[in-house]
């Protein structure tokens, strides 16, 4: 899992034939990789061991302000269980996941990414937590704000970013673009370009669970995630009302940041304790920045859901870091990394090559996003329309902004 050896000097990589264009940005993290792993005289020397072994069960205290519930029989355990290996794989997950969004930020300013770029920083913990709870049996759909969970459901930093870009490469060609992610194999519906407009497909989602499922049966769940801006819509009311008369596998995930796209909840909501507003729905609050306290709420909520009770309101309190002002609450990163050291769990010099590992990582997967061509014009006439027999059938023409762009099926045969 983790560098043992300094990655390849530049004039090594290039006596090995690598490309010098696509590889300079994970040159430069490199030479500081190699600097942190060979630091006595040019001699590698091995991590700090610590007490804990890869799999050894550790035992991990929670905060008592970690959860609140609402009409709920029970709270979430007031301890988690952990090992190394497991909680050195959430802290990788969360590290590729911010270097993920501080290489789109950069991308974005430079005008390599174009439309909208709704970034995640500061809630890695949320998308961690949660598909650590739950499994790629169980159904998730979420707002624009997706890259990040779409890495967690199967994504790779390059084809996030090539889509980003709008590369052939990307996970959706080159066609979805920043809000539109998409991974069927694994059960993840993608992010939704409306606000809110993912909750009432999320629902569908937990009764086609509950349906295909056998009576009796322990139902996947689905989950969707919303934020406090989406939270007093009139079609999330709707949606768990329906939920909670058919006691549907359901989950209505918000992920409260304190201030949507920049208005405070204390303005914008006249009750801003979220969990609660099902009524009649049991809720969860839960501390978002802490990523076990986010696993144990969610395998709560789901193992109400799934056992046919109905659904559950589950509020992350969380908070984005690209905005200043939004940066109110601890980072997820950090809370990692003090509970690995404070139970002796790994060492600062794992974490640390961790950490920059994660970004020679996605240096180099930018570079090679960057490299990608944009997809050939006629993917312009495919996945609209499909024929009797399932298979992709493009209409007869596409009109462009500009008529000289617009393309038509025979000019493509």
């Not at 439309?115 to 995640?120: I, Q, R, S, T, V």
């Not at 606000?195 to 999320?202: F, I, L, R």
């Not at 549907?248 to 914008?268: A, C, D, V």
């Not at 996003?369 to 944009?374: D, G, L, M, N, V």
């Amino acid at each position: 899992r983790l560098p043992t050896e300094p990655p390849l000097l530049p004039a090594q990589r290039k006596e090995q034939g690598a490309s010098p264009k696509t590889d300079d940005a994970a040159d430069r993290s490199a030479l500081m990789l190699r600097r942190f792993l060979r630091p006595c005289g040019g001699q590698s020397v091995r991590r700090q061991s610590t007490a804990v072994q890869e799999s050894t069960a550790v035992q991990v205290s929670l905060e008592p302000g970690d959860f609140a519930t609402h009409r709920l029989d029970r709270q979430p355990e007031a301890v988690a269980w952990t090992s190394k290996g497991e909680l050195l794989d959430y802290y990788k997950l969360m590290c590729t996941m911010r270097r993920l969004e501080m290489a789109s930020f950069a991308a974005y300013q430079k005008r390599q990414v174009r439309g909208f770029l709704h970034l995640y920083d500061g809630q890695e913990a949320v998308a961690t937590g949660i598909q650590h709870a739950l499994t790629n049996d169980d159904s998730w759909i979420t707002s624009y704000r997706c890259h990040c969970i779409m890495l967690a459901r199967g994504g790779t930093p390059e084809g996030i970013l090539a889509e980003l870009m709008g590369n052939e490469t990307g996970h959706m060609g080159g066609k979805g673009g920043s809000m539109h992610f998409y991974n069927k194999a694994q059960n993840y519906y993608g992010g939704q370009g409306i606000v809110g407009a993912q909750v009432p497909v999320g629902t569908g989602l937990a009764f086609a669970n509950k349906y295909k499922t056998a009576p009796g049966a322990t139902m996947p769940v689905a989950i969707s995630c919303h934020g406090d801006g989406a939270a007093n819509q009139g079609q999330i009311a709707e949606a768990s009302n329906m939920a909670m008369l058919w006691k549907l596998p359901m989950i209505f995930g918000i992920e409260n940041n304190h201030y949507g796209m920049g208005t405070s909840t204390k303005r914008s909501s006249s009750n801003p304790d979220y969990y609660t507003m099902g009524n009649l729905i049991p809720g969860i609050r839960v501390n978002g920045q802490n990523v076990l306290a986010v696993r144990e709420a969610t395998k709560l909520a789901k193992e109400h859901a799934a056992a046919g009770r109905g659904p559950v309101y589950l509020e992350f309190s969380t908070c984005r870091f690209n905005v200043t002002r939004m940066r109110t609450l601890p980072c997820p990163l950090k809370i990692t990394k003090d509970i690995a050291l404070n139970n002796a769990i790994a060492s600062k010099d794992e974490l640390e090559a961790i950490r920059l590992q994660a970004r020679v990582d996605v240096e180099a997967a930018c570079e090679r996003a960057k490299a990608a061509q944009p997809p050939a014009q006629a993917e312009l006439l495919t996945n609209i329309y499909l024929d009797d027999d399932g298979k992709d059938e493009p209409p007869s023409y596409i009109r462009m902004p500009f008529s000289g762009d617009s393309v038509s099926a025979a000019e493509q045969q």
